[in-house]
């Protein structure tokens, strides 16, 4: 009897590879699902191709609209297939809508539900991924929490599922692919110079979809004397034509969305980085590079508290102040990467041996 493994989305893609990898390495079974929540190649398809992963078992096509209408189409779709297939075990990555419309279409129909990446909190419950991972958290029989904060968050919310602390599998993959960073032409093709630039991403809906804050965000990100390479989200795309902004002759300098090791590529020649994912924060922290997180909060406070991640929001003032402080202090928080908290790089291997065992009980 094989097991599932339900995503939709660029990071779900990034950090399953290496669970689906290592499944296949150690015998078990265990089928993709897609849900087409990223549909477009750029965000989706290329991460399959880049990172080696097989094909999904079937995709569900849901494509973009609500979060009401993702996660009710995405139970509906997927009810054929959990039927059909009785799989003994459904594994959900993260807190998008694909992993909260698999673990609740899962438990409903009586299959256990493993959360990866279980116990992340920022304590904003306007954020749609707070919502989703708490729910998560508290219906899944089994738990993989990344970090010993995670662990903690998940034991004083009593959660009734089992917790294991196994660390995160981002950095398995981060550490497999940062050398194909030295094959890889992205930095000299924009003709960028080492530790001269900096890396924007931002797609949050609280960010992007009032033109305000989108413009004051950018306001303040213009007045670096830096190149900021901004590879652009679609939804971002859209915002930006709707509200009227244009980068032309301007430091920042937009560019199509770009694969996985294009990215690690960037990260490794930056010299700062400014998001509002929760992915690249933790990659930016692997690759040594300040971050200022583009939110009010963040889930992942262990880089903030050494020092190297520094929360502003979409604030232009606190934006402007944190970029002028890193540069003034840059050398002094490059020497505060000392401890990584998100375990040794083996959690994928980990993680499949819990998952076997718990299905062959």
Known sequence: MSSFIILGTRPQIIKSVPIIQEALKQGFPLKIIHTGQHYDRALSRIFFEELSSPEPFANLGVGSGSHIFQTAEIMLRLEKYLL??????????????SALAGALASVKLGFPVAHLESGARCYDMQMAEEINRRLI???????????GKCKENLESESVLGEVNMLGDTMLDIFLKFRKETDKCSIVSELELRDKDFAVLTTHRAENVDDPIKLRGMLSAIQKTDMDVVFPIHPRTQNRLKQAGIVLRNSNIRPINPVGYIEMLSLLKY???VLTDSGGLQKEAFWSKVPCITLRETTEWNEPVEMGVTFITGTDPRQITKKLEYITENYYEIKAA???NPFGDGRASEKIVKVLKQKVLK
């Open 337 to 339: 990467f000392k401890t």
């Open 84 to 97: 059909n297939e009785k799989p003994s075990l459904v594994l959900v990555p993260g807190d998008t809508n």
């Open 270 to 272: 930056s010299k700062i």
């Open 137 to 147: 958290d508290h219906c899944s029989k089994v738990l993989f929490a990344p970090t």
